[in-house]
Structure formats: C-alpha cells, structure tokens
C-alpha cells in the first residue's frame, strides 16, 4: 500500500503544479511534526519537523485561499507548544471565561465550516496537550450549546470523560464518573439525542463518535440505548474508545455489546 510520502512524490512528478497538493503537503508535514514532538519532545528533529510543517501551512494558506486546512494544520501544531511560547498560541479568548490560546487560527479554520468537526476536536487536543481538563470543559461549555442539532459536536464530551479516565492514576476512582457523577450521564444522554436528531436527518455520525457514544452509554449503564448505537454502527467499529479504556480492548467491547443487547432483548 502506498504511503502519504509516495502518493506525494508521485503526484508532485506528474502534476507539480497541482491545487490540492500543497494542501497535502502541508496536512502530511503536519502529522509528522505532531508524530515526532509527542515522541521525543523538544528534540533537534521534532523542532525541525515542526518547522517545516508550520511553513506548508502558511503556504498553503497563501495560495488556497478560504481552504480550512492550512488553518486546522497550524491549530494542530499549537498542542505542541505547551508553554504557549508563541503569540498565536495566547491571543485572548473571545469569552472572558475562557483562557488565551489559538483562538485566531480556530475562527480562521471556522470561517469556511463554522461547526467544522475537525477545528472542535483540534482544539480540544490544545487544551487535552496541556493537561488542562478545566479549559477543555469550559470551551465546551461555551460552544456546544449554539452546535446545531444533531451536529457531531456533541460528543465532543465524550472523548474527554475517556481522556480523564485514560490519564488517571487511580482508574478506579475516576471510572465512577459514568455512574455517579449525573453531569456525565446528562452529558451522555444529551448526545444520544443529538445522535437520534442526526438519525432522524438522515445523516450519520463517524464511526468513532458513534464508538465513543455507544461506550458512554453502557458504562453509565444505558444499555438498551447502547444496543440502539451498537446496531446502527454495524458493520462498522472503531478501535478507540475502546483502546483507551483497557489493555483488552476487544474483550472490552465483546462485554459491552453482549451486555448491552442482554438488555436490548
């Protein structure tokens, strides 16, 4: 199977003058600085790497005009600089109940997809990067209300009950956050509906929402609304949450839907 460097080589000797390949260019250079800086950060080549990604970008946005991506590569190298050493990574929220960060290159990367999935979860990792669970709630909390209906933004609460589980010492203690804690299983709740609204539009999820959204709803032990997930995804499946959440992750996801359908009937 081909990889990104030889769908470029390939590309740049037969069409060096393509549209979308300094786009590409410029999403491939990002993944590798990103690759490298959560590897060995802060080291001479993640620098180096990170660099270059950063100068496709800003070509890219030279050239493609309202394009997202050179601003959603630019938003994903921000979760390198965790000392927001750079201004663009401080600029001041546009809610002064939100903290600095890149807030200019997120409402760039909305201009051209306001409820863009991509920029959400990009910001999200900023914060996440940071091991600042507060400012991701609170950026949640600011946005998701206005998130049209069924949007998958919605589960964007999803994914950070698994990344506290998953960075917790004490797993056991934090776990109980799906079955005590009722902001969470509110939380769920809500995006199942989003989800059926979505359903109901004739539209789908990604796989790996719908992933995170079924898990959500077994543990906090909605399981017949579990199964309804489950059933809807086949026969499709996604490795994450589920390899977050446990060293088995298939035999955690073999109990979750077995569980889940013993209810469902």
């Not at 590409?24 to 590798?32: E, G, N, P, T, Y």
């Not at 663009?88 to 600095?100: G, I």
């Not at 959400?120 to 909390?141: C, D, I, K, N, Q």
């Not at 203690?173 to 809500?190: C, H, K, N, P, Y």
Request: proline residues 8%; charged residues 20%; contains cysteine.
């Amino acid at each position: 199977m081909a990889g990104p460097k030889d769908v470029l080589r390939h590309w740049s000797a037969e069409e060096p003058d393509a549209f979308g390949l300094t786009a590409l260019r410029a999403r491939v250079a990002v993944d590798r600085a990103v690759l490298a800086g959560q590897r060995q950060p802060g080291s001479p080549d993640a620098l180096t790497l990170e660099g270059a990604a950063r100068q496709w970008c800003w070509q890219a946005a030279s050239v493609l005009g309202g394009d997202p991506v050179p601003w959603l590569g630019l938003l994903t190298l921000a979760q390198l600089d965790l000392r927001q050493a750079r201004p663009e990574h401080r600029v001041p929220a546009p809610d002064q109940m939100l903290l600095p960060g890149p807030w200019a290159l997120f409402e760039q990367a909305r201009r051209t997809d306001l409820w863009g999935r991509e920029a959400f979860h990009r910001m999200l990792r900023v914060w996440l990067a940071r091991g600042e669970s507060g400012p991701a709630t609170e950026f949640l909390a600011t946005y998701l209300p206005s998130a049209p209906q069924g949007s998958p933004l919605h589960a964007l609460p999803l994914y950070l009950y698994v990344e506290r589980y998953r960075r917790a010492q004490r797993k056991e203690a934090v776990q109980l956050q799906w079955t005590d804690d009722e902001t969470v299983r509110t939380s769920v709740l809500r995006a199942f509906e989003h989800w059926r609204a979505a359903c109901g539009q004739s539209s789908r999820w990604p796989v790996v929402d719908e992933s995170h959204l079924a898990h959500a709803l077994w543990a906090t032990r909605q399981r017949q609304r579990a199964a309804e997930v489950f059933a809807a995804m086949q026969p499709f499946i996604s490795a994450q949450p589920w390899q977050s959440l446990s060293d088995q992750p298939n035999d955690l996801l073999r109990q979750a839907t077995a569980q889940s359908y013993a209810v469902a009937g």
